[in-house]
């Protein structure tokens, strides 16, 4: 699924202790058994990966070129935006 929109500042906060690991190079798993929707948002504002997670669920991410992303999640109606960084 491709969502189109903005990625700007009212999207709430950066949190980067959310991802682990970061960098990575191959799978990244949430923080404090998350769940909820992500879209993983690259530097131009393009949606490269949107799904919903479950608790404990790694996300393969190797498929993605290096440099810098964003995390938006949304869960119990709060939106977070995250740094993940792939190398």
Known sequence: TI?????GLDDLSI???FVY????????????DYQGEIDIIDVHGDVVLSR??????KIAVHSLQKG?????SLSN?????HKLIIQ
């Open 3 to 7: 969502n189109e929109g903005t990625l």
């Open 68 to 72: 810098i992303y964003f995390i938006r």
């Open 15 to 17: 949190d980067q202790s």
């Open 52 to 57: 919903n997670i479950q608790p404990s669920e």
């Open 77 to 81: 109606n709060q939106r977070v935006v």
């Open 21 to 32: 690991p970061n960098p990575s190079n191959g799978f990244i798993q949430f923080s404090n």
